[in-house]
């Protein structure tokens, strides 16, 4: 079974940029969809961005779209959200998630695989 490491936490000021990686590890790591989502203090968990194994479909959020890029490298097990122009209403615990769904990856329970979470502060 797959397991996820993220890595990237940081507090940026409004307009900043900040990238977050997710690293997959196990012996043997099958093709997976990987989503990001993020939770803020006091909400509910939310879809952000989400990538398939190849890296040629992206899914993003309407609120991200346009300021968050996903990306994979499959050669180093590792996914990547880059966030900029960062708002402080971004500021949340971003979660990366894997999935080997190829549909509904805006849904929190496609996703069977979970990294610790990355705290992102973005001050005004």
């Known amino acids: 079974q797959v397991q996820l490491v993220q890595s990237g936490r940081g507090l940026v000021q409004a307009g900043g940029s900040l990238r977050l990686s997710c690293t997959a590890s196990g012996r043997t790591i099958s093709p997976f969809h990987m989503g990001w989502f993020r939770q803020a203090p006091g909400k509910e968990r939310e879809f952000v961005a989400a990538?398939?194994?190849?890296?040629?479909?992206?899914v993003y959020s309407d609120s991200v779209k346009g300021r968050f890029t996903a990306s994979r490298d499959n050669a180093k097990r590792t996914g990547y959200l880059q966030m900029n122009s960062l708002k402080p209403e971004d500021t949340a615990v971003y979660y990366c998630?894997?999935?080997?769904?190829?549909?509904?990856?805006?849904?929190?329970?496609?996703?069977?695989?979970w990294g610790q979470g990355s705290e992102v502060t973005v001050s005004s």
């Open positions: 998630a894997a999935s080997r769904s190829a549909t509904q990856w805006t849904l929190g329970t496609t996703y069977d695989t």
């Open positions: 990538i398939s194994w190849s890296g040629g479909t992206t």
